[in-house]
C-alpha cells in the first residue's frame, strides 16, 4: 500500500535551516506530482508547495518563495524540502501528500 515518511524536523533557531525528507513506498513514485503542507495547531492545513513528476518544476506558497526549496530523487523514491532563513512563524508539523495519502508528519519548531 501507498506509504510516506517524513523525516528531518526538529530544533531550530530563527535563521536557520533545515531539510525534511519524504520517502515514498506503494506506488511509481516517478510518476506523480508531490506535494508539501504544513500545519500549525488551531489552522488548517496549509500547502506549502509542490513539485513534478519529472522534479524539473516546482511552486510554492508566498509564505515561504525564496526561502525554501523542493526537490526530488527519484531513483530513491524521495523528496526533499530544503528550508532556509527560517522563522518562528515557519514552526509546523510538516507533511507530505500524494493524492488522499499522507505521511505521519514531522515536526519543524523555530525558536525566536
Known amino acids: 500500500q501507498v506509504q510516506l515518511a517524513e523525516s528531518g524536523g526538529g530544533l531550530v533557531q530563527s535563521g536557520g535551516s533545515l531539510r525534511l525528507s519524504c520517502v515514498a513506498s506503494g506506488f511509481t513514485f516517478s510518476h506523480y506530482i508531490m506535494y508539501w503542507y504544513r500545519q500549525t495547531p488551531g489552522k488548517e492545513r496549509e500547502l506549502v508547495g509542490a513539485i513534478s513528476a519529472a522534479g524539473d518544476s516546482a511552486s510554492y506558497a508566498d509564505s515561504v518563495k525564496g526561502r525554501f526549496t523542493i526537490s526530488r530523487d527519484n531513483a530513491k523514491d524521495t523528496m526533499y524540502l530544503q528550508m532556509n532563513s527560517l522563522k518562528p512563524e515557519d514552526t509546523a508539523v510538516y507533511y507530505c501528500?500524494?493524492?488522499?495519502?499522507w505521511g505521519k508528519g514531522t515536526l519543524v519548531t523555530v525558536s525566536s
Open positions: 501528500n500524494r493524492y488522499k495519502y
